[in-house]
C-alpha cells in the first residue's frame, strides 16, 4: 500500500510539473507574440513618420527650389537692374544738398557729389525744381516720403522739364545736351536687359500681392484697369518708345527727347525690391524651419541619401515599375533666352538693331 501510495504521489508531481512547463512555455510564446506585436508596430510607427518627414523635405526643398529660381532669373537681376538705372536717374536730378543728405559724402570735397550732372549743367537747381516743386507750380511734386515710399508717385513725364527740353532741342551740340543724351543711353543699358526679363518672365516668376495688398502698397495705380500689370506694361512701352528716340538722334531728328505716348514709372523699383524683400524672407524661414541653417549642398546630400534608401526598400519589396512621373524637378531652367541689344550692353553706339 505504501507503495502504491508513493507511485501515485510521484505520478501526480510529475503531471503538476508537465502543466506547469506546458503553461511556461504557452505564456513565453504569448509574451513572445505580443513583443513581435509590439515591435512591428514601433517599426511600422517608426517608418511612417519617416516617411512623413522625407515628403516634408520634398516639399520643403521644392519650394525652396522654385523660390530660389525666382531669385536667381528674376526677382534677383531685374532688382539690381532696375536700382543702376534709378540710381543714374535720380543722381543726375537731384541738388547737391539732396545728394549730400541721402548719397554717401564724405569730408574731402566733392567726394560723392557728380562732377556734373543733368541739374548741375542746366544751372538754377532747375531740374530738380522741375522734379520735387508741385504740379502747380509746373513741377512734377517728387518726392522720396511719401511720394516713393509710400507708393504716392509713379509717372516721370520729362527728365529735366519742358524749358530745359528745349535748349537742348535747339542746340544738341552744347555740354547739356551732350550730357543729356550719354545719361539716356546708359539709362537704356540697364532698362533693355530689365525689359527683356520683364517679358521673360513677369508673369511667371515674379512675387504678386492680392489685389487689395497692391492697392494699399500702391496707392497711386488705386485707379489702374491692369492694377498689378502696369508697372511692367508701361515700363516696357517706355524702353521700347525710348529706343525709337534714340535712333531719331542718330539720325539727326531731336524733335523728342522723352517719350510722349507713356511715362515712366518710378514705382517699378520699389515694386522689384518689395518682392526681393519677401523672397529673402521666405528663403530665411525655409532655411531655419528646424532652428538651424543647413547649406544647401548638405540639404540636398540629406535628400538624395533618403531618397536612395526608400528606392532600395521599394526595390526588395517590389519589381514594379518605376513611374517616371513620380520624380521631382523643380527650379530646372525656366526657358527664355536672356539676350539683350549688344549696343546697350557692350558699349557700342544705338544704330539700328
Avoid at 516713393?148 to 551740340?173: W, Y
Avoid at 546630400?301 to 533618403?306: H, L, S, Y
Wanted: net charge neutral; proline share 3%; glycine share 8%.
Amino acid at each position: 500500500m505504501d507503495d502504491l501510495a508513493t507511485a501515485n504521489r510521484v505520478t501526480n508531481a510529475s503531471d503538476v510539473g508537465l502543466i506547469v512547463q506546458g503553461s511556461l512555455i504557452l505564456l513565453s510564446a504569448i509574451v513572445a507574440l505580443l513583443g513581435y506585436s509590439i515591435q512591428a508596430k514601433l517599426k511600422k510607427k517608426e517608418r511612417r513618420a519617416e516617411l512623413e518627414e522625407q515628403h516634408l523635405d520634398y516639399l520643403r526643398k521644392a519650394e525652396l527650389d522654385l523660390l530660389r529660381t525666382k531669385l536667381r532669373t528674376f526677382v534677383g537681376p531685374a532688382t539690381q537692374l532696375g536700382m543702376g538705372g534709378w540710381n543714374t536717374i535720380w543722381r543726375n536730378w537731384a541738388s547737391e544738398n539732396m545728394i549730400r543728405g541721402m548719397g554717401a559724402c564724405e569730408a574731402h570735397a566733392g567726394s560723392g557729389l557728380p562732377k556734373e550732372s543733368l541739374n548741375s549743367l542746366a544751372g538754377g537747381d532747375r531740374v530738380f525744381k522741375h522734379w520735387s516743386d508741385p504740379p502747380e507750380q509746373g513741377g512734377m511734386g517728387f518726392t522720396f516720403m511719401p511720394g516713393m515710399v509710400k507708393g504716392a508717385f509713379n509717372g516721370v513725364t520729362s527728365f529735366v522739364g519742358v524749358a530745359v527740353e528745349s535748349e537742348i532741342r535747339t542746340d544738341p551740340t552744347t555740354a547739356l545736351a551732350k550730357h543729356y543724351f550719354r545719361m539716356c543711353r546708359r539709362v537704356l543699358r540697364y532698362y533693355v536687359p530689365l525689359r527683356e526679363l520683364c517679358l521673360q518672365h513677369s508673369q511667371t516668376l515674379d512675387v504678386r500681392q492680392s489685389a487689395a495688398e497692391f492697392r494699399e502698397t500702391f496707392p497711386v495705380l488705386d485707379g489702374a484697369a491692369w492694377l498689378r500689370n502696369l508697372l511692367y506694361i508701361d515700363f516696357i512701352e517706355w524702353v521700347y518708345s525710348f529706343e525709337e528716340i534714340i535712333k531719331r538722334w542718330d539720325g539727326g531728328d531731336y524733335a523728342l527727347l522723352f517719350p510722349s505716348e507713356v511715362d515712366f514709372p518710378a514705382q517699378l523699383v520699389r515694386f522689384l525690391t518689395n518682392q526681393l524683400t519677401e523672397l529673402r524672407e521666405q528663403e530665411t524661414a525655409l532655411g531655419t524651419a528646424k532652428h538651424k541653417v543647413v547649406a544647401e549642398s548638405q540639404e540636398h546630400a540629406r535628400i538624395e541619401k533618403m531618397e536612395a534608401k526608400s528606392k532600395s526598400t521599394k526595390s526588395t519589396k517590389s519589381p514594379k515599375k518605376k513611374n517616371s512621373s513620380s520624380s521631382v524637378r523643380v527650379g530646372e531652367d525656366v526657358g527664355g533666352k536672356e539676350e539683350v541689344s549688344a549696343k546697350y550692353v557692350d558699349g557700342g553706339n544705338s544704330e539700328g538693331e
